[in-house]
């Protein structure tokens, strides 16, 4: 396979089971337990299954020194008797974080770079998070002015950002 360059690669593991008996709670439950095992990411996806059941597919990243920890969750949290299991290979943008200070409080932004050229610029979550707490303003005030403060610190106006 001819990947494209100028990414950061890896190859993780992607675990899967299709789940159609088994309460909303629970999966939640089962979410936060990959996650804390090692899990990189968790995800629900709804599925048709047999019997005209409605169903969902649990998914779970991880690296593949935490495979056994996260396959051990699958069967004894879930209602799954089969589990699929595939290496795949991750392309990642460089990860860079600055701080820009905003007029609510200083927010962190992650910055996704390929080939040292910025591609993606996100507010940190828990970071926009708790400058919406202390200021008592909306979480989504919070992105807007950390993406405007990241934008004028490198001099791009909204017009551009907007249109990229």
């Excluded at 051990?72 to 795949?88: A, Q, W, Y």
């Excluded at 600055?98 to 940190?124: D, H, M, N, Y």
């Excluded at 919406?132 to 403060?149: D, F, R, V, W």
């Amino acid at each position: 396979m001819n990947l494209p360059s100028g990414y950061e690669t890896d190859t993780v593991a992607r675990l899967e089971a299709n789940l159609d008996d088994l309460s909303p709670e629970i999966l939640g439950a089962v979410m936060g337990k990959l996650l804390a095992a090692g899990a990189l990411d968790v995800w629900f996806t709804p599925i048709h299954m047999k019997k005209d059941r409605p169903g969902v597919m649990l998914s779970a990243l991880c690296e593949e020194s935490a495979l056994s920890p996260i396959a051990d969750l699958f069967f004894t949290e879930t209602s799954t008797f089969g589990l699929r299991v595939e290496r795949v290979i991750r392309l990642k943008l460089e990860r860079r974080f600055e701080t820009v200070q905003t007029e609510f409080g200083q927010v962190t932004i992650k910055l996704g770079l390929k080939a040292g050229r910025v591609v993606q610029a996100s507010p940190e979550f828990e970071s926009c998070r708790a400058v919406a707490e202390q200021s008592g303003k909306p979480l989504k005030e919070i992105y807007a002015a950390a993406m405007e403060g990241w934008g004028r610190s490198r001099g791009i106006g909204i017009e551009e950002r907007l249109l990229g």
